[in-house]
Structures are given as structure tokens and as C-alpha cells.
């Protein structure tokens, strides 16, 4: 759905009105009929021998995602990654809106990134009491993870997107985690590199065998 999301999003800015499911396939990649059966699984949208309202179809995937409501992030760890997400002004579109941002470098008190202040972390709690806050991001050190994520389950904050790279144990709580690990990625890159290279070694050693 996030995918629809996103090329939804660019047919809009494009002026698109309406896109067949033959036309939707081949810019992303995905058979017709995937998306004809991705869709109908959220309850079809589609008209037959019209195609798909791009503008209805947006809204709709975006209130299926919950994106019709804005939602406040803090961001916990402002070091290179947590400055580079307050500072990347693409989530705000989505009604992602970062409202706080706490570390615990003396250094960074008040340093403003994209007009937000850095708080220390020792004022989260004041901070919770007067903000609401739906999700916070986690890029600091992996060995306070854990701990803090308690902290925050605790002050009624019930979506972690956690970039620390450690398995957070948050079983037992009424909490949903979102782990992004950008080494993975680049680890399946690494992965379909060689495969892709060996492909072409079979292939070439293939055409040699047959001349
Ligand atoms: P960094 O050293 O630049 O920043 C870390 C920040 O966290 C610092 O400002 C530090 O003062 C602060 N900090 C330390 N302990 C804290 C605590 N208990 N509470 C609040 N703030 C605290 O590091 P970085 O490059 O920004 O990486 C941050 C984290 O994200 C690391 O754990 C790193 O392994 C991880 N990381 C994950 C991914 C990913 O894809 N998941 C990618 C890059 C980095």
C-alpha cells in the first residue's frame, strides 16, 4: 500500500485523473492482475472500462495507511541520523510532523534543527506531559534501546520507529515497532549483485559452449 501510496502520489503531480490497471503495472512493475487483487483486498476502487480515480484512490490508500491524520514524532538520538530524519521536510507532506527532539549531549541543548529545539532527554517526561506524541523514532546507541523504549511504552507513546539496530524486546506491551535497518537493504543489494553476477557468468560461459 505504501508503494500505491507513493506512485499515486507522483501520477497527482503529474495531472493524472485516471489510470488503467494495465497502465499502473507497467510504471511499477507488478502484473495487472496483482494490482487488481491488491486493491480488491481493501475493496476494489476500480471501475471497469474506466480505470482507476487517481485522486479517490490516493485519498483512499492514505486513510487505509491512517494518513488522514497528522501524526507527532520525536526523534530520540540527534546525531548524524536523527538530524538528517528532522531535517528531510518530505514527511510533513504526509502529515508526519517532528515536534521534538531529545539527546543527552549537553552540547546539542537548543540547537535548532528545521526550527525545533534539542531538549535533553531528562525533559521527555515534562515534554510528554504537554505534548502529544504518537510515535518516536529511536537512533541512538543500541545498548539504551531497550530501556528507553520502556520509558516511552510507559508515557503512553505506543509506536516506536526503532533504527537501533537491536531486536527491541516490547512483546509483553501495547506498543507497535517499525524496524528499518538500512544494512539489511544493502546487504539484499550485496546478495542480488552476485546472483546477478553469477547469472551472467552461466549465460556467458552458455554462449561460448554453443559456438
Ligand atoms: P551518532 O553518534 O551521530 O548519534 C547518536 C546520538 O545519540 C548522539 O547525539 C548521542 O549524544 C545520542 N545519544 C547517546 N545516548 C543517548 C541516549 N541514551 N538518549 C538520547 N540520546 C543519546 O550516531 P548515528 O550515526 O546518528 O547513529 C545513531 C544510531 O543509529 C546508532 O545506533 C546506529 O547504529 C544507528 N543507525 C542505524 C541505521 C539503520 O539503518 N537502522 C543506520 C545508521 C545508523
Given at each position: 500500500?505504501?508503494?500505491?501510496?507513493?506512485?499515486?502520489?507522483?501520477?497527482?503531480?503529474?495531472?493524472?485523473?485516471?489510470?488503467s490497471s494495465n497502465e499502473l503495472s507497467l510504471?511499477?512493475?507488478?502484473?495487472?492482475?496483482?494490482?487488481?487483487q491488491d486493491l480488491n483486498n481493501f475493496g476494489g476502487f476500480g471501475?471497469?472500462?474506466?480505470?482507476?480515480?487517481?485522486?479517490?484512490?490516493?485519498?483512499?490508500?492514505?486513510?487505509?495507511?491512517?494518513?488522514?491524520?497528522?501524526?507527532?514524532?520525536?526523534?530520540?538520538?540527534?546525531?548524524?541520523?536523527?538530524?538528517?530524519?528532522?531535517n528531510y521536510g518530505s514527511f510533513e507532506k504526509m502529515g508526519f510532523m517532528i515536534t521534538g527532539l531529545f539527546d543527552i549531549n549537553p552540547a546539542l541543548d537548543g540547537h535548532m534543527v528545521r526550527g525545533v529545539p534539542v531538549r535533553m532527554l531528562s525533559e521527555l517526561e515534562e515534554f510528554a506531559a504537554g505534548h502529544k506524541?504518537?510515535?518516536?523514532?529511536?537512533?541512538?546507541?543500541?545498548?539504551?534501546?531497550?530501556?528507553?523504549?520502556r520509558r516511552l511504552v510507559n508515557l503512553g507513546i505506543r509506536a516506536i520507529w526503532?533504527?537501533?539496530?537491536?531486536?527491541?524486546?516490547?512483546?509483553?506491551?501495547d506498543v507497535v515497532v517499525e524496524n528499518v535497518h538500512l544494512s539489511d537493504s544493502l546487504m539484499q543489494?550485496?546478495?542480488?549483485?552476485?546472483?546477478?553476477?553469477?547469472?551472467?557468468e552461466r549465460q556467458e560461459k552458455g554462449d561460448t559452449e554453443n559456438r
Open positions: 500500500m505504501p508503494r500505491y501510496y507513493r506512485y499515486l502520489g507522483e501520477l497527482l503531480d503529474e495531472g493524472v485523473e485516471r489510470i510504471k511499477m512493475n507488478v502484473t495487472a492482475s496483482q494490482i487488481r471501475q471497469q472500462g474506466y480505470g482507476y480515480n487517481v485522486q479517490y484512490l490516493y485519498e483512499e490508500i492514505g486513510r487505509i495507511l491512517g494518513l488522514e491524520q497528522q501524526h507527532n514524532i520525536i526523534i530520540i538520538g540527534v546525531g548524524n541520523l536523527g538530524q538528517a530524519l528532522a506524541i504518537d510515535i518516536a523514532a529511536l537512533t541512538m546507541p543500541k545498548h539504551t534501546a531497550d530501556k528507553l523504549a526503532n533504527f537501533a539496530h537491536v531486536d527491541l524486546e516490547l512483546m509483553d506491551q543489494l550485496s546478495y542480488n549483485m552476485l546472483r546477478n553476477g553469477k547469472k551472467k
